[in-house]
């Protein structure tokens, strides 16, 4: 059954330095998310992505964060100058369409554990 | 600004009961409406997604139902087993299904 994966699946990092996520969504989806998870928290939303742009974003999501497709299957979510507050679970998710029927579901990866020391 | 609610936090069940686990939420222009279920340090898995459209959704023994107007979604387990050990989240789709907001979830034990 096809899955979304996530590299690395740890990372670690200085406060300050910049970490790239990376994803690679199901094949055929075109619809792709980041969430993250601070421990023992909600999941929270940051961003969506679909033909080539951002489609909505969160307040998280500011000039720190960036996202791109840069080729036909990853996505990748940049974080600059990390900060100690940035470590968390970070979850990539795709869904095949937004329409209505099962295509809207989101797919999960298993998430990048990033923490910022 | 949407927000997803939760009740209870934590459920320990004997095996064989069934159970309900409850979500609000505060805005009723909902997308959709998506059950997951969450193992510890692990992903999320989808269980239903519910259309705004629709009253509910079944999947062998769960059954998820949709209320738009009252704000409330609850997921009905039916004959709950230990394998259905997990935290169940709550997640919300707003503008145009885009954004998604998650409830806190519900930390489910059942007891063999």
């Known amino acids: 059954e096809p899955e979304v994966t996530q590299t690395p699946s740890h990372q670690v990092t200085q406060m300050g330095q910049e970490v790239i996520l990376r994803c690679v969504p199901i094949?055929?989806?075109?619809?792709f998310y980041w969430y993250r998870q601070i421990l023992g928290q909600k999941v929270e939303f940051l961003v969506s992505f679909y033909n080539n742009e951002i489609s909505e974003k969160s307040e998280i999501f500011d000039d720190q964060f960036s996202v791109e497709r840069p080729d036909g299957s990853n996505f990748t979510l940049k974080i600059r100058s990390t900060k100690l507050e940035d470590s968390a679970m970070y979850f990539c998710?795709?869904?095949?369409?937004?329409?209505?029927?099962?295509?809207?579901?989101?797919?999960f990866g298993p998430g990048t554990r990033l923490l910022v020391l | 600004k949407q927000e997803v609610t939760q009740i209870p936090a934590a459920l320990s069940v004997p095996e064989g009961e069934n159970l309900v686990l409850n979500c609000s939420f505060t805005d009723s222009a909902i997308y959709n409406l998506q059950w997951f279920r969450q193992d510890p340090g692990k992903g999320l898995t989808s269980l239903l997604l519910?259309?705004?459209?629709?009253r509910e959704q079944t999947s062998g023994r769960l059954n998820a139902s949709l209320d738009k107007s009252s704000g409330r979604s609850t997921l009905y387990i039916a004959a709950s087993q230990p394998g259905d050990s997990a935290t169940y989240l709550c997640a919300a789709g707003d503008t145009g299904g885009f954004k998604t907001i998650f409830g806190a979830g519900t930390r489910l034990f059942v007891k063999a």
């Open positions: 094949s055929n989806h075109l619809y």
């Open positions: 519910i259309q705004s459209s629709q």
């Open positions: 998710a795709s869904s095949e369409r937004l329409a209505p029927g099962s295509q809207e579901t989101q797919y």
